[in-house]
Each structure stands twice: as structure tokens, then as C-alpha cells.
């Protein structure tokens, strides 16, 4: 089944992130828990901002605005419900999840051909150069939860999928079938200082996340491309929804 | 038409079917299964031992104080999240404290005493390292030209009274970095009577910032920007906006909603041209002034010497917009104004100027407030030396430097520690980590690393209300590690010296004064302090990670002077003769590191690989 295939019928749940970027000054934050909590190992000192593996990144677009103030953009991958990337994988390793409509990646499956990480129009996708190494001791700060990965394949941001599956554990031990939506919140959006990330189920009506993608101030990165991303940014200056909608975000 | 195909057609199909195939993913695949060999096998993440467990306690590894919630298997901490609600932090983790559970194994973590001989680092054993600290304590005591010096980053600890204690029975000195909020304590000092200020931001329309990163790596992590945002759909003259002013665009000044850059050093001449804005204008608060201070006419004179032209020549920027800055301040209120960075600290005449603004303002009753220290044990009959500047101790007067592990050396950097050495000085650090001013000791004697031990925490000096806990550990020290201490107590014994004993402890002091909320992290609900039984009930909820914060302080009666005996002619030189204007210096600079722990290898990671420098600045590796 294709991806399009796959999001033919809407998803059971559609899991979506809104970022705002009134509120985000780029501390980093969210980055470095999404580091922590998904296991990223510390490169070697030659790694860079093409060859590092980061999840999650902050950009400083001061050229947005034309007054140079500066806006932070963090870029996850973007979970379009027509992702480029699972139509390209020979190896079935990028899936669409349609009870969630999570974009997944399955590093077991991967034989690092970086197809994905050309189709993606927004560059949230790494590639492991390096064998995962820690100093001495460290890994026993590893979450256990999350796989570490190996030299050779691509890897990106899945929501914190663990954390979905350790709320459906604990649903279903408590004998519910609904996880409670404060059971299941990524690390970025837990680690936020300034609170401009907010995370739910956008096909709850009554939810935060769902009047916030209806909001006039959300926008979607490259929203001409047509993937039609889960991530979702605001901002109260139509000029950098504007621009941001339309030419997005370079990494490097 | 008859199909013949030739052997050069079959030549043909077959290149271009093996072309083909080589350019799919198929053979790379086949290849990639077959060199399996070459690659690591996949490995299973190790689960530490022990049951899945939250734990609370407080961030020590800068002045913020956040709480933190550890996510733990057994001892071992493997994620951090805020509290939400927590008295010092509201939920808010800044890069450093997220990664705060991998200090314990940086690389650079020294565990052993090391001593560097003949400029050759070699480890040595617990009672060489005693012997060598008693040898140096005997020896600054005896010479009476030159002293013993202590440099403390966190007073106020039981370990502070020891080194006072030392500092006292060996007529050396006791020291602290700067003040972390100069331009508040110039403004409380101006006040006749003791007081100390915090700064609410919740209550402020207006925050003017002389360089003080408000934005994104100063005070609560998070706190103004959200602030701010919340109150972005109120009409624009109800709002929430920050006013960067300074010579170098950093993140904070790109992040505001207004940059004013400044020629380098001229921030004194800015403030007192806003000032005469404010009194030509009749812009001030003159309810506050008549009622709360004095001397005014003094500041007048002096102000009337700064006319919007002038103040552009000297600081470059445009005498409309410092007539606009000025007008929008006085139509803003409650407006603040805040100044410098504890590692790059304006001069004091610009504390000064910044001073007479915020009392223009009126601020006093607006954003800023009365606040009080948190309860303290009596010193009692102990002898402890009293607390010094460091700008204070004169040079090549020190024969022995005892460095305590949270001296940043982003606060204090070492050329300035280097000036005040004697020839063949003793230099002492009781550092976790073979890093920044622990690097630059003859003697390291490790100290714990953050989360090894439990910590008596000061929240920030500038938060409206004081907060205080007493952090617990969260994992264990190695069993080699020698306790600060301990080692110190025993080395100033050998030199012949006996430290008093330490105080009974904060937690008597608190429930003494039946002031105050104790703050439970786990429930996220607060109890007063006067409920409790005694200090025990107290230290047993500190253990668990509670935090103590303070009641509102009522505002003491008095008046502030808006010019101390003698500013003004120092002022005046000081302001007028600044450097005339040249291009603004626009950057995007890292900020220096207040903690006085490495980053994580991880954070490291990150800013390289990022085009971003993560807050508090990680940039140090």
C-alpha cells in the first residue's frame, strides 16, 4: 500500500504539533531533549551541520522579517500526511502509520540509500556516518526505551513513538481503550520553557491542537508542495507566515 | 517487417540491463548483506537496573535553580523534564540542566586527586593530597606578606562557613564573584535602609535591557517570551515589549522587539539622555518622585546636560529616537529597565544612570519589588572572615588560591585570578572536572560532580521572592572520592588550625522564622512552612526535592536618593567622555557560560551541528 493509498480514509488519530513562533527563542531546548530522549550519540569532532544527526533543529531566520529581527524556527520532521520519503524507500523502511499518521522509521530495514533524505523537501532526515559511541559510563544514561541505531542508516524524528506506546501500555493495563492526551506528549514539547510547542490529536474537535491548526495565524513550510504536514507553525507577522509558507527553511 | 536481432542488439540490452541494475538499490543491497560484517550489529540499549521511578531535586549548575523531574531506573537518572508550578522555574530546563546526568561521566570528570609537578599532571593518593593542602594553609599563615584566598561561587553553603572559618583563622580572605544583578544592587543601595530588589516581570508593560540577554539566556528559562506572547492579541500600548539596547546583536537583541544598538561603553550617556527626555518632558512619575525619593533637582542638573543631540553624537543613536524611546517608556508603565550581564558587567556609572531611570519610572512600585534573603543560621560565636570583592584583593598578594568547584570561569576568568598570584603560589581546586578553572590548578582535589551530592540552593538574588532547597543527590559519588570538606577540615587540622563545627542546618532557621510555602513537586501543591512540626519534617520534604519559597515582603517606608553623595561629576565625565560613535558592532555572539561544569558531550555535539548556539551557552566543550 502506498502512502497516498494510506491516507485515503483519515486516520484514527492524526497526532499533530503546532509550534509557536511568538514564543520560541531558540534556547534549545527541545533539540537537546530530543537528543536525550531518543539516544543521539555524541559525534566525532569532524561531524558538522551537514553530517551531524539531529532530529530536531533551531534555525534563526533573521532575514524573514524585513526589520532583521530575528524569528526561531524548529524543524522536526514535518509528518506530512503525503510524505515524499515512504513512496521512495525500496526497502519499506519509512512507513505511514494510519492509526496515527505518524511517518516512522525502521533503521533494521535500511540500507542507507538517502533516497528519503533527497525527497524530503524539508531536510529533517540524518544519516548515521558514524558508529554511535559514548564516553565511558554514559551509556548507562541511555533511555532504554529507544534502540540505538547503527552506522549506515537514516534516521528522523517519530513523534517520540515510544512515549505513544508506553501510554497505550498504561491505557490498557487501566483496562480504557483512550489514552489520556497527557500521557503522550514528545520530549520537545515537555522540555519547552516557553511553552511554544503544543502536541494532541487534531482529529479531537475540542481539542487545543485542533483550534490551533484552524487558527488564521497557522501556517504549514512549503505549503505549495502539497505533503500537507502535521507540523504546524503560528506567528502574529503575516510576514514571516508569509515567507515561511512559501520558501521554508535552508538547513546549512 | 522480419525482427532480426543481431548480436549487437543483445550487446546492447545486456550493458544496458547491467547498467540498469547498477544504478538500482539492488545489487548495493546484496553487497550491504553481504559486508555485514563490516557494520556494528544492532545493539539493545542497556536498561539500568532497578524499577522505572520519577525523582525530584533542584538544578545546580547555575543560579536559575530549576526543578527537575528525573525519569530513573534504580539510581540511575536517564531523562529530565521542569516541574510545572515549581517556585524557581515554573516548569522551565534550559540545554544544561536537561543534560545535567551525563556531568558524571564527562570525560574531563576527574575522580583522583592529581597534582601538577615540573609541568606534568600526575595522580596522587588521598594523604599526598592532604599533606600538600596542610603544607600550603601552614605556609600562607605564617607569611605575613602574603595570604591565603578563597574564591566561593555559591556563598551561604555549610561549606561557605568552612572556607569563611579558614579564611578567618589564617588571616587570608574570602571571596565572591560579582554581583549577578549590579544595576539592582546600585538601586537598593541608593534606598536608606537595608533592601534588596527582585524584578517581577509579570508586572512590567516595558523591559529595557542595557545588554542583559532577557530574552533567551537570563533569569527563568522561557519566562519572557512567554510573557510576552500571552499578551501579544492586548492593543499595543497594553503589551508586553522588550527594548534591547547594546553594541553586539546578540540572540536576545535579534529576539525583541526592538534592537538599539549603541557605540561600545556609551550606555551611560544613553540613560541619561533618556532621563532628561523624561524631566524636560514632565514624563516622569512625579508622584514617586515627590513621595519616594530624593534629590532631584541634583539629577536634573545633571541631566539637562545631556540634550537628545548630544547623547547622539556620543552614543550613535538617532536624537528622534531617543526622544521616542524616552516617550514610549514614560507612556508604557510599569517599565523596567535592567542592565549588563554578569560576565560582561556594564561600568558602575552605568548602573548608576540605569539607577536614576528606573526611579524616573518609578519602577520601585511597578516591576521591581521588595524581596528578602531566605533564613539563615546564626554565624554564632564562629570566627568567619567577612566577605570581600575580588577586585578588592591586590595583586601578587596570594600564595595559596583555594578555588571552590562552582566558580564559573565565565564569571571569574582566569586572567583576573592569575594577576592577584605571588611567585610560586599554590593553586587549589576542588572541581569535579579537569576543566575551565579546574584546569588551572596545581592541586585538584575532585569534588563531587552535579547530582552527587545534596546541595543547599539559593534561588536567583533578582527573583521576586527568594527561594531556597536543599537539592538531593541523585546518584551516588564514586567510593574513591574525597568530600571537599572533609579533605579541607583535615588539612587545616594538620597545619594546626581546628574549623568549627558545621551549623545545625537552613531547615532549623526556616521553620524558626515560620515564614514562607513549602513547594511539592510531586503533587505540585504548596503547605505553609508554619504547618510543620519541625526542621525534620522540613529536611525530610527537601529530600524528596521540595522548595522552599518565601511570602511577599510588604515595601519598607523610606525614600532612595536618585544620585548618591558625590555621582554626579563622575557621571558627568564618565557619560560625556565616551567614545564618540562608531559602527555598530552587529554579531551574533555566544554567551559566556555561568555554569562551572563542561557540557555534556552531547551538547557539544549539538552546537557544532547546529547553527544555533544553545542558551546558556554550551559552547564551552
Known sequence: MTATQQTSTLP???YTLVVDLDRCNGCGSCATACAVENNIPPAPERSNVRTGVVWLRVHDVATVDPSGR??????????????????????????????????????VRCLGCR???????????????????????????????????????????????????????????????????????????????????????????????AKLAKDPESFRLLAALGTSPKVLYRSSDPVVRERLSRTGVTRG | MKLEVSRRDLLLAGTGAAAGIALSPVPWKALDDLSIWTQRPPTPTPRP?????????????????????????????????????????DGGLCPLGLTAHHLAKHPLRAVAPERVSGGKRETIDRAAASAALSAAIAAAAKDPKRSLLVVDGRPGRSLSRTFRALAAATNGRYAVPGSPSPALDTLAARFDGPLSLGVDLSKARRVVSFGTPVLTDAGTPGLLPRLRAE??????GERLEVVHVGATRTKSAGFADR???????????????????????????????????????????????FAPPLVEQKTGVPAGDVVALARDLAASRPAVVLGGDPAEPLSAEADAAIAALNLLLGAPSGPLVARRAAPSEPDGDAKLAAVTAL?????????????????????????????????????????????????????????????????????????????????????????????????????????????????????????AAKRGQLFDPSTATTTPVSSLAD???????????????????????????????GEAPRLLESALGAPGPEPARVAALPRTALSAAPSSPLLTKLTRETALFPAPSAAKA
Open chain 1, 12 to 14: 484514527t488519530h492524526r
Open chain 1, 70 to 107: 530575528s524569528t526561531f524556527v524548529p524543524i522536526p520532521c514535518q509528518q506530512c500526511d503525503e510524505p515524499p520519503c515512504v513512496d521512495v524507500c525500496p526497502q519499506r523502511a519509512v512507513e505511514y502509520d494510519p492509526r496515527t499518521g505518524i511517518v516512522g522509521q525502521i533503521p
Open chain 1, 115 to 209: 533516497y528519503c533524505m533527497v525527497a524530503c523537501p524539508y531536510h529533517t532526515r540524518s544519516f548515521n556516518w558514524w558508529s554511535p559511541e559514548w564516553p565511558e559510563g554514559m551509556k548507562a544514561s541511555l533511555n532504554p526505551d529507544v534502540s540505538i541505531r547503527q552506522r549506515g542508516v537514516v534516521e528522523k524524528c517519530n513523534f517520540c513513538v515510544q512515549r505513544l506506546q508506553a501510554a497505550r501500555a498504561k491505557t490498557s493495563a487501566a483496562g480504557k481503550t483512550d489514552i489520556d492526551p497527557a500521557d503522550y506528549v514528545p520530549a520537545c514539547v515537555e522540555a519547552c520553557p516557553s511553552r511554544a510547542l503544543s502536541f494532541g490529536d487534531a482529529n479531537d474537535a475540542d481539542g487545543e491542537v
Open chain 2, 49 to 89: 537496573a532497578g524499577p522505572l521511578a520519577f525523582r525530584f531535586t533542584s538544578c545546580t549548575l547555575c543560579p536559575a535553580a530549576c526543578g527537575l523531574k528525573a525519569r530513573s531506573f534504580g539510581p540511575q537518572p536517564v531523562g529530565f523534564s521542569g516541574v510545572p508550578g515549581h517556585p524557581a522555574s
Open chain 2, 231 to 236: 499578551g501579544r492579541r492586548k492593543p499595543k
Open chain 2, 259 to 305: 534592537f538599539v544598538p549603541i557605540a561600545p561603553g556609551t550606555e551611560a550617556a544613553l540613560a541619561l539622555g533618556l532621563a532628561h527626555v523624561l524631566l524636560d518632558e514632565k514624563l516622569a512619575d512625579a508622584a514617586f518622585l515627590a513621595a519616594r525619593t530624593t534629590g532631584l533637582a541634583g539629577l536634573e542638573a545633571l541631566a539637562a546636560r
Open chain 2, 391 to 511: 577586585d578588592a584583593v591586590p595583586e601578587r598578594s596570594v600564595s595559596l588560591l583555594l578555588l571552590d568547584g562552582t566558580v564559573p570561569e565565565g564569571l571569574v576568568p582566569w586572567a583576573r585570578l592569575e594577576k592577584l598570584l605571588a611567585d610560586g603560589a599554590v593553586v587549589a581546586s576542588f572541581s569535579a572536572f579537569r576543566a575551565g578553572l579546574g584546569e588551572k590548578a596545581t592541586l585538584l582535589v575532585p569534588g563531587p560532580a552535579p547530582l552527587e551530592e545534596a546541595v543547599e540552593l539559593d534561588g536567583p538574588a533578582d527573583a521576586p521572592l527568594a527561594t531556597f532547597a536543599l537539592a538531593p543527590a541523585l546518584l551516588a559519588p564514586p567510593k574513591e572520592l574525597v568530600l571537599p570538606e572533609e579533605l579541607l577540615r583535615e588539612a587545616a587540622s594538620a597545619a594546626g588550625f581546628e574549623l568549627p563545627a558545621p551549623p545545625a542546618g537552613r531547615a532549623a532557621a526556616i521553620v
Open chain 2, 535 to 565: 526542621a525534620a519534617a522540613l529536611e525530610t520534604a527537601f529530600a524528596a526535592g521540595a522548595c522552599w519559597v518565601d511570602d511577599p515582603a510588604p515595601a519598607p517606608a523610606g525614600r532612595f536618593a536618585l544620585l548618591s553623595d
